[in-house]
């Protein structure tokens, strides 16, 4: 069994590295725009900053989002 | 494209549903009719639509196929094609790409200290001074335009066209329709090319600067959570900071915003509380004396600001808007790049702008000609002498509509022959900055937003300027402020 926590990307520590677990939300416009950010299961995420927005890192990439859509994204640490 | 491997029995994996759809295409679509089919299991809205009409004897038949391999999944095909296709890239980036080791370059410091709210902020606001305020507002919109005006205009075009008037139309009555105070020469086109285009070119340069180095979905970030607020996003900062522009350009590029309604309340909050920089220019020369009247002026314009798109947000229906940009990595901007940019956009905006002056142009014709003018005149001083003002601002505020820089002026006469107070200056400054925006802007609201929105957003707009005026009038007068 996998003992690592599965949180929201809202929650996670600040440069540490985690992977998406999954991606939580029932608004299909929502999930269009993870999908369009490539906040995938699998793919690595770090959390740069959490105010005043919520700053992330994958790959080369850095998004910039609210709260809302960070809250979506469930992620493990690594 | 997407990797052959599937978790369920045969018949209802994607692959199936793909190629059971392409035999049903018969319709050339210029894409692959594989492509066709991925999208309308993504349930494309406009393929969709396409498809139902060239299509439409297997229509039916494959929205059949889409729904029942809907049942099969959890989350949406889309999101299924999306995890699918990212492990394919994934695959082949392990095999072609090493990267770097990661490490913190100078860019990326940079561009963390612009995000960080206790230095972005000021710095921000630093940008702001010496790109809008010092370049755009002052060079741009002062020494340029001057020179424009006073070596060009002045001195050769319009002599040269009163000459031709004068030569060549008889009537009388005409003549005003292109020469003198608001003709379509001396006024509109003189607007356009001496005025419009230089503070234009110089924002739209100032704009492609900050643009081309990364920097704009940075404010963006930092201001998204007040712009929450008010029911727009961090998005939203790029029609609100072209608004110290032009609000009649800002106007135009709220098309960039997602929803109708957070394109309502960026059209209102501009036509309101959004000076442009023909009259902020102004309104700096009229308070410039008086730092508390400034000071003043700022807090009512901001709290307006504020309160109204509190408000709006809380009345107009629809969801809260969604904030997400990429944080592009900070660049030096290349110079080619930025004039070719703002040569394209200085044209694009004289396309949109040119005929809506020349209108303006002709209303104003017919309306001296008719003597509406003096009517309307004569209507304003009611509301005028309400909030405390002189009679003879009723001139400034008519008249500002059709040229900002006008009205402004005005009421710098007004003040330079003594005739306002302190408090009376503030009044009729915030007056005029809530105040219809310009007959452009009225225009393009009309265009932007449709009748029925565009002329409530001016009414409104009317009553409330003079309201908050009324009661800032009402507040200064009790508190015996002296400024």
Known sequence: ?78 | MIKRDYKGPIENSIEMAIEKIVNLLQYDYYLSPRSIAILLLQEDEGIRNLVKEKDAAGFSEIEQIVNNLKTYYKNPISYELAIERQNEVNDILKKAVRFAKDSISFRERLSRLLMNPVLGIPVFLLVSYFGLYKFVGQFGAGTVVDFIETNIFDKYITPFAENMVARFIPWQFLHELFIGEYGLITMAFRYAFAIILPITAFFFLFFSLIEDSGYLPRIAMLIDRTFKKIGLSGRAVIPMVLGFGCATMATMVTRILPTKRERIIATLLLALAVPCSAQLGVIMALLQHNPMALFIWAGVIGFIFLLVGYLTSKILPGDRPSFYMEIPPLRMPSLSNVIVKTYVRVKWYFKEIMPIFLWAGVLIWLGRLAKIFDFLVDILKGPLRAIGLPAEAAKAFLFGFFRRDYGAAGLYDLSAHGKLDGVQLVVSCVALTLFLPCIAQFLMNIKERGWKIGIGISVFVLFFSFSVAYVLNIVLKTLGVIL
Do not use: W
């Not at chain 1, 960070?70 to 640490?77: H, L, Q, R």
């Open chain 1, 1 to 78: 069994m996998d003992k690592k926590i599965i949180l929201p990307l809202s929650k996670l520590d600040l440069h540490k590295k985690a992977k998406v677990s999954h991606i939580k939300t029932e608004d299909k416009a929502m999930l269009q725009r993870i999908i369009a950010i490539g906040a995938l299961p699998n793919i690595e995420i770090t959390l740069i900053q959490r105010f005043p927005s919520f700053v992330f890192q994958i790959g080369k990439s850095q998004f910039a989002v609210d709260k809302e859509l960070a809250s979506c994204i469930y992620v493990k640490a690594v």
